[in-house]
């Protein structure tokens, strides 16, 4: 394992550098990686972020957006960029799956591997980790970082704050988690000192839908809505063809499972969505509630404990069948 020592002494020449997150990026994944990407550039590094897939066009706004190389789109380019990297920073995943075919190019290169992530049971494949399961966002964690290991707070500017920050607001939920403690929120004062505008960030991420994405959420609040009370569980499933007929763009069905879990009583919430290649499936839960062990027990997936993701290849109708069969399982914690 590199050492902190060894890695602030790599640090200390411009290097080349890149910054990957897992696939299908979120706030928390764009947020780190392009505000760590900001932190870096400041030093005179060559540093490109790369993203396996395309990310909701709402996190366009952040600085350095225009220079993220998507694997997807560019392959070639990425796989030369991957190749000439001195150090790879890993954000936001603990294991080279998330990242797709990028992950193979990864796992051969011979550049150094920084993990910075807040996921539960990381492979090894990294050579240096900053792990901790506790923190809200792995944006959190780039954030002590700089700061704590690096010892560079006079390099967290107005771009680097914002990204940090919106990473922040998106993975704790607009601070409502139970791991948005006070420490998350003195770190978030630190972004807001440093330049983050706030309320910009929140307008920016939350108030930026087009009129289809509204019309697609009334549709699966008036008919896409079941609610197992005798479970204390609420599913929401919808079809290709729901998707298809509301033009639904990568990131337009972030955040609607949320809809379901803030139903008096339910401790349990699914948004169980048809796509081309297989059905996948977002579990939301309150309390002792595992959603992560849910998924990786019966849905190829993971996560977090309250918030966790899986997929499955059977059909849509199949899905929302195995996942109510599961829930006498869980019955003594749903309903206590």
Request: proline residues 3%.
């Amino acid at each position: 394992m590199l050492s902190i020592a060894s890695l602030i002494e790599l640090l200390a020449q411009p290097q080349k550098i890149v910054i990957t997150t897992h696939h299908k990026p979120d706030g928390d994944a764009i947020g780190s990686s392009l505000g760590l990407y900001n932190y870096l550039i400041q030093q005179g590094h060559h540093v490109t972020v790369i993203t396996p897939t395309d990310y909701p066009t709402y996190f366009n706004w952040m600085p350095g957006n225009d220079g993220v190389v998507i694997y997807t789109e560019h392959p070639e380019e990425c796989a030369a960029l991957v190749s000439e990297a001195k150090i790879i920073f890993c954000l936001d995943f603990n294991a080279l799956g998330r990242i797709n075919e990028l992950g193979e190019l990864v796992g051969k290169s011979a550049a150094y591997k920084v993990m910075i992530d807040h996921h539960l049971e990381p492979e090894d494949f990294d050579d240096y980790r900053y792990w901790n399961i506790g923190a809200c966002a792995t944006a959190q964690l780039v954030y002590t970082f700089i700061v704590e290991e690096l010892k560079h707070k006079e390099l967290v500017n107005k771009d680097v704050a914002s990204c940090l920050y919106a990473g922040i607001l998106t993975d704790s939920a607009s601070f409502h988690l139970p791991n948005t403690t006070s420490a998350v929120h003195r770190i978030t004062a630190d972004l807001i000192d440093a330049g983050a505008v706030n309320w910009r960030i929140y307008d920016l991420v939350y108030n930026n839908s087009p009129e289809n994405r509204l019309r697609f959420l009334g549709l699966c609040l008036s008919e896409r809505l079941e609610v197992l009370y005798e479970f204390n569980t609420a599913i929401f499933h919808v079809t290709k063809q729901d998707l298809e007929k509301y033009d639904i763009q990568t990131g337009d069905t972030e955040g609607i499972v949320n809809y379901a879990l803030s139903i008096a009583g339910i401790k349990l919430a699914a948004f169980i969505i048809e796509r081309k290649d297989k059905v996948k499936l977002s579990l939301r839960s309150k309390g002792d509630i595992p959603a992560n062990a849910i998924c990786r027990k019966y849905f190829n997936g993971g996560g977090h404990f309250n918030a966790a993701g899986g997929h499955s290849e059977d059909s849509l109708e199949n899905v929302i069948n195995q996942f109510k069969q599961i829930l006498p399982e869980y019955k003594k914690l749903l309903i206590k």
